[in-house]
T-cell receptor
Framework: DSGVTQTPKHLITATGQRVTLRCSPR?????VYWYQQSLDQGLQFLIQ???????AKGNILERFSAQQFPDLHSELNLSSLELGDSALYFC?????????????FGPGTRLTVT | GQNIDQPTEMTATEGAIVQINCTYQ??????LFWYQQHAGEAPTFLSY????GLEEKGRFSSFLSRSKGYSYLLLKELQMKDSASYLC??????????????FGKGTKLSVKP
């Protein structure tokens, strides 16, 4: 158990809908990272927050957004869902904000868009 | 651009040694990580190299050559539970990225009895 929690574990929804994925980092970690993993792609970095502020952006679509709250939990919002958004979404956390610290991954949310 | 290459699949025998290679071309370099991922589960941290040379951790070792853009993960005394995907990831110095991790697509290792 990495200490990072994610909810829900599974999510099935229809195209065009909007969903919110939630992540709680390990106690003491200030950085939260979001990744998408689909069958034909590796882990794709989406976005990073550090202590409530957006720190870095990767391959995140405009239909996706995220935020980190004062208690350091984070939410990833996915809207206007398409079939291609079906994937495993992982949240990871680390102590520092420079990305070089070891990242601890949560169990993931499996999103299925039908 | 950023590119990380590793073999897609490998097979090895229980008790043997296997080496998983990773080559990278990235905009800047600030360390290389190896993660293990069992199917449908979260990646778990295995090793970190930032200087050239070999880092040993029990049955697992990782090597880095920065001049060659090359790393390998060495697994000794293979066990059936080592069947998993092994992900190579590089921390770079990309503009605005603050050195976040870029992952390769992973090498799926199958350990046979």
């Amino acid at each position: 158990d990495s200490g990072v929690t994610q909810t829900p574990k599974h999510l099935i929804t229809a195209t065009g809908q909007r969903v919110t994925l939630r992540c709680s980092p390990r106690s003491g970690d200030l950085s939260v990272y979001w990744y998408q993993q689909s069958l034909d792609q590796g882990l794709q970095f989406l976005i990073q927050y550090y202590n409530g502020e957006e720190r870095a952006k990767g391959n995140i679509l405009e239909r996706f957004s995220a935020q980190q709250f004062p208690d350091l939990h984070s939410e990833l919002n996915l809207s206007s869902l398409e079939l291609g958004d079906s994937a495993l979404y992982f949240c990871a956390s680390s102590v520092g904000g420079q990305g070089g610290y070891e990242q601890y991954f949560g169990p993931g949310t499996r999103l299925t868009v039908t | 651009g950023q590119n990380i290459d590793q073999p897609t699949e490998m097979t090895a025998t229980e008790g043997a040694i296997v080496q998983i290679n990773c080559t990278y071309q990235t905009s800047g370099f600030n360390g290389l990580f190896w993660y293990q991922q069992h199917a449908g589960e979260a990646p778990t941290f295995l090793s970190y190299n930032v200087l050239d040379g070999l880092e040993e951790k029990g049955r697992f070792s990782s090597f880095l050559s920065r001049s060659k853009g090359y790393s390998y993960l060495l697994l000794k005394e293979l066990q059936m539970k080592d069947s998993a995907s092994y992900l190579c990831a590089v921390r770079g110095n990309y503009g605005g990225s603050q050195g976040n991790l870029i992952f390769g697509k992973g090498t799926k290792l199958s350990v046979k009895p």
